[in-house]
């Protein structure tokens, strides 16, 4: 207790002319709040590089630098969204974002009226080490319905004669460090209902003008398929963890590593002295932003993301009860033979193999996976295509895509991911865990070689076999995946040239010889 006396108090006032527009709640229409009450310094959550230069959490910062973690509020993308919802719906209305992309921001009461910026000192840091490591109570309900407690820092730790002797700071810490550990290392770090606060999204009235709408939500899907298993006494909400795979251990996988919070002795297949940390990098889907932005090892966490997106990762400690192979794999289902000039029938299945949620996931409004297929013959020539990128970014129209399309109150589409005029949806498709979905467009093809007919909605894909063709026909099909799509692009960035990187998460291929059965 002595150690924390004379630590600055982290709660400030809000700036004068704050406004609450959403009710009670300072931060609505995010359900994010303070255990004060009231406004945080920014700068008890943010320096989360001297987590890194004390000589204590060195590895963990650099894993979590190129992180989506890191850089949720600095996204190109992220900001453009949020001015364009300040611009129409108010500054105030931007705290729905924030409590999860910005909390920084938040906290300090940057979201207001007279804040052109929408921004405060440490911000930058996105989902910083204490903005995260603060939290102190969460609900499922998503939209950030947290509680963050602000740490209690050690004399000497930041501000006035800190900053001159920060060795006394980190001492005081090594030397005595159960409040650093009750501040940072809450066993609810370690749940998926801690994930779940901003891993689960919706939009209610007070946002949209109209009423409730669900959104993305990896902690429900997650929790309601079969990567989830209750424990022996049934016990609800309470998982079997031998059996179950859980957020962090996808997501945060074991690293050795000579970090001081290595070692746990609370998790059934770890010990105090194993020398593994939990990986900051938080893999998952984003193989674009960390080179987009130019992040420090964004190479390697391009690398890393898009290994975890072919399904080659390999996690030793859940090899027991995870699957092996892609993490969505292919199937081409093709007849053996064809006549020439027959209509064949093609299905292309897609399994979610290693998800734990659904496929993609995310913003579908945003994000794309599609299934490209090829028909050649065999002197090369091109008898049927789709799924095809243009050389201006966009898909090919009647692609059989993974998306949703979100309306606005007058059937327009949400295409600038202009959620807060979202009131539903007239399409979303994505795969469940375990679930297999197949190709279902009907095509029109032709007999004429080299020509492609854009895709209607159907229920398979029809290739015709011209007379002149060349036996046998190969069919190759890949599964695509890219973070955002063109439209959005063309909206934000007009004019500019920039795509985003596509990667091919899964491949098949198949014969179908031509002639006499």
């Known amino acids: 207790g002595a150690l924390a006396v004379p630590a600055p108090d982290p709660a400030i006032p809000f ?71 300040a611009a129409n719906n108010g500054p105030e209305s931007t705290r729905y974002c924030a409590g999860c992309h910005d909390p920084i921001a938040l906290f300090s009461g940057a979201k207001n009226l007279y804040d052109e910026d929408l921004s405060s000192a440490g911000a930058d840091e996105g989902v910083s080490c204490a903005g995260c490591h603060s939290i102190a109570a969460t609900d499922v309900r998503g939209n950030a319905d947290y509680v963050l407690e602000p740490p209690v820092p050690y ?38 209902e801690f994930c779940g606060a901003c891993h689960k999204q919706f939009i209610d009235r007070e946002v949209n003008g109209v009423g409730w709408v669900q959104l993305q939500n990896q902690y429900d899907n997650w929790r309601k398929s079969h990567w989830f298993v209750p424990d022996a006494e049934g016990k609800a909400g309470v998982s079997d963890p ?55 090892g964004g190479e390697e966490q391009v690398r890393l993301t898009e290994e975890w997106l072919r399904g080659e990762t390999e996690i030793p400690e859940i090899a027991d009860k995870w699957a092996t ?29 290693k998800v734990g949620h659904d496929f993609p996931t ?34 090919q129209e009647g692609a ?64 015709g076999v011209p007379a002149e063709a060349r036996g046998p026909l190969s069919v190759r099909a890949r599964l695509r995946y890219r973070k955002v799509d063109q439209t959005l692009i063309e909206y934000l960035y007009p004019g500019q040239g920039i795509t985003a990187p596509v990667t091919d998460m899964a491949e098949a291929a198949a014969v179908i010889e031509v002639g006499e059965p």
């Open 15 to 85: 700036p004068e002319g704050y406004r609450r527009p959403y009710g009670d709640s300072p931060f609505g229409p995010s359900l994010a709040r303070t255990s004060t009450g009231g406004a945080i310094d920014p700068a008890a959550l943010s320096g989360s590089e001297s987590c890194g230069t004390s000589g204590c959490h060195a590895e963990i910062v650099e894993e979590w630098t190129p992180s989506a973690h890191r850089w949720a509020s600095r996204s190109k993308f992220f900001q453009a969204i949020q001015h364009g919802m």
């Open 155 to 192: 004399l000497f730790e930041r501000g006035g004669a800190g900053r001159e002797t920060p060795f006394l700071g980190r001492f005081l810490v090594r030397a005595s460090p159960e409040l650093h550990r009750k501040s940072y290392a809450r066993d609810l770090l370690k749940t998926p």
């Open 242 to 296: 031998r059996r179950t795979v859980s957020c962090r251990e996808c997501h945060m996988r074991l690293t050795d590593g000579g970090d001081p919070a290595a070692g746990d002795a609370g998790d059934y297949n770890r010990s105090p002295g194993d020398g593994k940390h939990r990986n900051h990098r938080f893999i998952g889907a984003n193989q674009w932003h960390p080179v987009l932005h130019g992040m420090k």
């Open 325 to 353: 192979g892609p993490a969505v794999a292919l199937e081409i289902q093709a007849p053996p033979r064809a006549l020439p000039g027959e209509q064949v029938v093609l299905k292309i299945a897609v399994t979610s193999n």
């Open 362 to 395: 995310g913003p579908l409004d945003i994000i794309q996976s599609w299934i490209e297929v090829v028909v050649a013959d065999a002197g090369g020539r091109e008898v049927f295509a789709s799924g095809r990128v243009d050389d201006r970014g966009f898909i």
């Open 400 to 463: 059989f895509l993974f998306k949703a399309e979100g309306v606005d109150r007058a059937g327009n589409l949400i295409d600038r991911h202009n959620l807060w005029e979202m009131v539903g949806a007239r399409f979303r498709r994505s795969l469940f865990p375990g679930i297999t979905d197949a190709g279902e467009f009907r095509f029109a093809c032709p007999s004429a070689l080299a020509r492609t007919l854009p895709a209607a909605p159907g229920k398979e894909v029809e290739v």
